[in-house]
């Protein structure tokens, strides 16, 4: 029974993902494209749950690790045929080297974890509004190299020729490998020692918690799902990877806020919630209509709704449209409280 | 030491200069923080649209001193508001929704900016005259610079008397040492608050104006990047206190304008490469800022 109960964590979640995923499935492919770009959204910020979630502190450094994975796959991606047109002060290395689609994602995810943990060694040490500004500026500098140094990479132009292999499927199953990481790493041990660090840091400790090693282990799995999701996202479009910079680190923290920051499922209910709206927004930019009257809304307009409706829903509820509960059934909550009321009632 | 790093005099001023805006640009956010313990990242987009009130009293050509008035209206009365209708109705949530809250309306009016004046900006050139220079003892400095010193050394003086010296700036220590034990007092919540953020408001358009100096044209991004060093450097001297907030400021500021004279022209790019390098080994080697004389953060 608390196993069942414990799935539904996973179910929930998974499910929701499938779900948008069919339903891109009935839409022209113009639409689609929306759809595809909420779900590499799901993936981004269900990396940033798994620390910031599990841990209760905030980093503004983890669009740095999505760059960085963004970085990898596209410029490993990226034909050795055309590299020299693209970047032609890219080192001899990266010149000479291409490879495909699933190896590209492997170490997107593989370099987002690794300088996570470069990170992490140092600063997990800090805490507070220290460790937030520190990530802050590991954000400034990732964003500073990637935009100049042309060695290792286009610098401010886009990677174009990047193959467009993040369709809806690759998006789909990426974000479900993401959760399935989230919810594993959740139910571990570690996962659980570290929101008792979260909940209670001086009562983890006093039994014996090592809050910078937990953290340090949160910060890089959730630099590699980062790192993955970058990768992801570099093969759905043509980016400039020092363009993943302060927007994108507002909208997916935002994202997280607004779903519930501490649960698996308020961070895939606020990615896909605020993509939803995104996407219906620019569409309204170019014209829609609904019912038969046609909204035309001035282009622009999409982030002021946004950054207006943000700002409602973090004052009306503060804790998130999911309250940062995890998913359950109603039926199956019920019954479980009176078999087992110890765990089941806890969010 | 000053020739070896090819830093001559003029960089020196214009790194004081930068450094005296930054550190008023500090005590603006120091100040709400002491009281709300809240982080104002919006506080680039309130200079930011001081800035624009200069800009187009200046197309209008308005005189020197309507502008001036215009930038204070503009920027007072978003301060006033953004306290109303953000920062009143998320008092005592969590630092993070605090935050959050505070960057959705930093985008917001970022985006306003740019729906109304466009991604080209507007040009604010009522203040230019004081981008010439004067010369001192053989070195020419920009007026700007010796303005912007003075104008800090004065706006802080005046603070520091506020602070010490008045009831109200009594109620704002206190507040921000211990807001519950202040309230029990009977510090009115509300008014120090408002006087808070008032106050950050003030020093914002003043720092609007200098910048517009410094940088006539006007976009959506107006003072962004300067917010976030800004802050870096208020957390490198510590947050809570406003003299350590304000020495962090000046330090970052000046650090800033001493390494863009410093670094030779093909790496002036990566200076916030080694900017923020250096805020992060700083926080390192001493978490609690530096002039923390306790050590008292928290370190996990």
């Known amino acids: 029974m608390r196993r069942l109960i414990g799935l539904q964590e996973l179910a929930g979640p998974a499910v929701l993902v499938v779900v948008t995923g069919l339903l891109g499935l009935t839409v022209s492919a113009s639409t689609q494209t929306y759809f595809i770009d909420s779900l590499v959204n799901v993936s981004i910020v269900v990396a940033l749950f798994v620390f910031i979630g599990n841990s209760g502190v905030l980093s503004f450094g983890h669009i740095s690790f999505v760059a960085a994975g963004a970085w990898t796959a596209g410029v490993l991606s990226v034909p050795v045929a055309e590299k020299a047109a693209i970047m032609p002060d890219l080192v001899h290395f990266l010149r000479e080297t291409t490879v495909g689609n699933i190896p590209s994602l492997a170490l997107a995810a593989l370099v987002g974890g690794l300088c996570a943990m470069l990170v992490a060694l140092p600063l997990m040490r800090l805490s507070g509004l220290a460790a937030g500004i520190a990530t802050l500026g590991v954000l400034e500098i990732t964003h500073n190299l990637l935009q100049y140094e042309n060695r290792i990479g286009p610098g401010l132009n886009t990677f174009s020729s990047v193959p467009e292999t993040t369709g809806l499927r690759q998006a789909a199953i990426g974000a479900l490998l993401v959760i399935g990481a989230a919810y594993a790493y959740g139910r571990s041990r570690f996962g659980r020692l570290l929101r008792a660090t979260r909940d209670d840091a001086p009562a983890a400790r006093a039994v014996g918690v090592s809050v910078y090693r937990q953290r340090l282990v949160a910060f890089g799995l959730s630099g590699l799902l980062a790192g993955f999701a970058g990768g992801l996202y570099i093969h759905l479009l043509p980016l400039q990877a020092g363009g993943l910079y302060l927007d994108l680190t507002f909208i997916t923290l935002a994202m997280l806020v607004i779903g519930g920051a501490n649960s698996l499922w308020g961070a895939v209910v606020g990615a896909l919630a605020v993509s939803a709206l995104d996407s219906v927004l620019a569409e309204a930019e170019s014209g829609l209509s609904v019912f038969g009257r046609t909204i035309d809304l001035h282009a622009g307009t999409r982030v002021v709704v946004e950054g207006v409706l943000m700002a409602l829903v973090l004052i009306v509820r503060p804790s998130g449209l999911t309250g940062g509960r995890e998913f359950r059934l109603p039926r199956l909550r019920q019954r479980a409280t009176t078999l087992d009321p110890g765990p089941a009632g806890s969010a | ?300």
């Open chain 2, 1 to 300: 030491m000053i020739g070896a790093f090819n830093i001559d005099w003029q960089t020196l001023a214009d790194a004081t200069a930068l450094g005296a805006i930054y550190a008023l640009m500090a005590v603006g956010i120091g100040l709400v923080f002491g009281v709300l313990r809240l982080v104002n990242f919006a506080y680039g987009q309130l200079i930011m649209a001081g800035a624009f009130a200069l800009a187009v009293a200046s197309e209008r050509n308005w005189p020197l001193w309507a502008a001036i008035v215009l930038c204070f209206v503009v920027v007072l009365t978003l301060s006033m508001l953004l306290n109303r209708l953000v920062f009143r109705p998320l008092r005592g949530q969590s630092p993070a929704v605090m935050l959050v809250a505070t960057f959705a309306v930093a985008f917001l009016l970022q985006n306003v900016a740019l729906l109304k004046f466009g991604a080209l900006g507007k040009i604010a050139t009522s203040l230019t005259f004081l981008n010439r220079p004067v010369d001192i003892g053989g070195v020419e400095i920009r007026k700007i610079t010796i303005v912007a010193i003075v104008v800090a050394a004065v706006s802080l003086a005046a603070l520091h008397l506020l602070l010490e010296r008045t009831t109200i700036g009594l109620h704002m220590r206190a507040a921000s040492m211990d807001f519950d034990t202040a309230r029990l007092l009977g510090v009115r919540a509300d008014r120090v608050i408002g006087v808070a953020v008032l106050l950050s408001g003030v020093l914002a358009a003043i720092v609007a104006v200098m910048l517009t100096v410094q940088t006539p044209l006007v976009t959506s991004d107006f003072a962004l990047h300067d917010t976030i060093i800004v802050l870096a450097g208020v957390v490198l001297g510590g947050m809570n206190r406003p003299i350590p907030a304000t020495l962090g400021g000046f330090a970052i500021g000046f650090a800033s304008g001493l390494l863009g004279g410093a670094l030779p022209t093909t790496q002036s790019q990566y200076l916030p490469t080694f900017l923020f390098a250096a805020v992060i080994l700083v926080l390192l080697v001493r978490p609690g800022g530096l002039f923390d004389r306790t050590a008292s953060a928290e370190r996990v």
